[in-house]
C-alpha cells in the first residue's frame, strides 16, 4: 500500500492503483508529444517517450533519432525491429549500437566515393568503440546483466555519443585506411556488399529501396571493417524484420511486458505481447541457424582474417574469399525466404 499525501490528509491507495495513475500519465504525456512535438524537443524525452510505448532499444532509438530530424518514415522503424535484444541474439551488438549505426547510412545514403565510405566509416568505428567504452561493452547479454539500467544507460546515452561521433570521427591508422580502400575497390568491383547481396535476393517479397540499402550499408566488413557480425546475418535481420515486425505503440502492453520480464517469465516475448516480438524471435531464429552452419556470426570468426591489416586484405582477396562471402549472402537469402513465406 502507498500512502497519498493531500491538503494536510493522508489516504491509502493500493500499488494496482499507483501504477495504473503513472501509467495513465504517461500515456498523457505520449499523447502530447505525438501531437505537439514543439513542448518536447529535449531527445532525452522523446527517448523516454518511445521506449515506453514501444518497449525495445532498437525501434525506439530509430523513431528518436527520425523525430530529432523531422522525418516520418515507419518503414525504417520497422525495419530496426528486429534488432533489439542484440542483432540475432543477445550475444551480438545491442540494439542501441545497431539502430544509429542504420540510420546513419539511411541519412546519408550509399557512399559511392572512397573518400564517402572511408569517412562513414570513420563515424561507425568511432560510435563503436565511444559506445563500448561508455557502457562497458557493445553485446547486448553483457549490458543487460552488468547491473539493473544497463539497458535504460545505453539507450539514454547513445544520443550525445552518437552525434559526437557524427560529427567529429576519429581517424585511422595508416595501414587501415590503406587496406580498407584495397577491399572497398575490390567490393565496388565484384558489385559486392555482404548485406546488399542478401537484400538483391530478397526484391521479389520486400520492397528494395535505396533508404534501405543506405541503411545496411554500415554493416559492411563486420560493422563498418570491424570484423563483427556479419554483415549477410544483419541484412537477413533487417529484412526479417521489414517483412514480419508490427510498431508497437501501447504504453500499458509495454508496461504489461516489462513486469513480464522482471518475473522472468517465458511467454514475455510472444508475439502477442508486444508487435516487434514477433521479428525480434525470428531473428533470433535466424542467429542461431547462422552460428551452425557457418561456425561463427563474426567476419573473423568465419573468414579468420582482421580486414585492418594488409596482409589479412590480401589473403582475403587472393584466396577467394569474397566467393565463399558470396555463397553465404545465397544462403542466408534462402533462409530467411523460407522464414517468411
Not at 74 to 89: D, F, P, Q, R, S
Not at 204 to 213: E, F, P, V, Y
Amino acid at each position: 500500500m502507498l500512502e497519498d499525501e493531500r491538503h494536510g490528509k493522508k489516504s491509502v491507495i493500493t500499488r494496482r492503483a499507483f501504477v495504473f495513475k503513472s501509467a495513465i500519465a504517461v500515456a498523457a504525456l505520449g499523447a502530447a508529444g505525438i501531437s505537439g512535438y514543439s513542448i518536447l524537443n529535449d531527445e532525452k524525452t522523446r527517448l523516454f517517450l518511445n521506449y515506453h510505448r514501444m518497449g525495445h532499444c532498437a525501434p525506439s532509438v530509430m523513431e528518436t533519432l527520425l523525430e530529432m530530424n523531422h522525418i516520418r518514415d515507419h518503414v525504417m522503424v520497422k525495419t530496426a525491429g528486429a534488432l533489439a535484444g542484440g542483432i540475432a541474439g543477445p550475444s551480438m551488438e545491442c540494439g542501441a549500437l545497431t539502430a544509429p549505426v542504420m540510420f546513419l547510412g539511411y541519412q546519408k545514403g550509399i557512399p559511392e566515393d572512397i573518400n564517402d565510405k572511408l569517412m562513414m566509416i570513420k563515424q561507425v568505428q568511432s560510435y563503436y568503440n565511444q559506445f563500448y567504452h561508455y557502457n562497458g561493452s557493445a553485446v547486448c547479454t553483457n549490458i543487460r546483466d552488468r547491473h539493473d539500467n544497463g539497458c535504460w544507460k545505453a539507450i539514454s546515452g547513445f544520443y550525445d555519443i552518437f552525434m559526437d561521433c557524427s560529427q567529429h570521427p576519429g581517424k585511422l591508422s595508416s595501414e587501415a585506411e590503406d587496406s580498407y580502400f584495397l577491399l572497398l575497390n575490390s567490393f565496388k568491383g565484384n558489385d559486392f556488399h555482404c548485406s546488399h547481396n542478401v537484400l538483391k535476393k530478397m526484391r521479389s517479397h520486400i520492397d528494395i529501396n535505396r533508404d534501405l540499402h543506405g541503411a545496411s550499408w554500415p554493416f559492411i566488413g563486420g560493422i563498418a571493417m570491424l570484423n563483427h557480425t556479419c554483415g549477410a546475418l544483419a541484412g537477413g535481420v533487417m529484412a526479417l524484420s521489414f517483412s514480419l515486425a508490427g510498431i508497437e505503440t501501447s504504453f500499458f502492453k509495454v508496461a504489461r511486458m516489462n513486469k513480464m520480464l522482471k518475473s522472468n517469465d517465458e511467454n514475455a516475448l510472444s508475439s502477442n505481447i508486444n508487435e516487434f516480438n514477433n521479428a525480434i524471435n525470428k531473428g533470433r531464429e535466424l542467429g542461431q541457424w547462422f552460428h551452425r552452419e557457418f561456425g561463427s556470426t563474426t567476419c573473423l570468426g568465419i573468414c579468420g582474417y582482421n580486414f585492418s591489416q594488409i596482409k589479412d586484405t590480401v589473403k582475403y582477396l587472393s584466396e577467394n574469399c569474397m566467393g565463399k562471402c558470396l555463397l553465404i549472402t545465397e544462403q542466408v537469402a534462402a533462409k530467411v525466404e523460407s522464414m517468411i513465406l
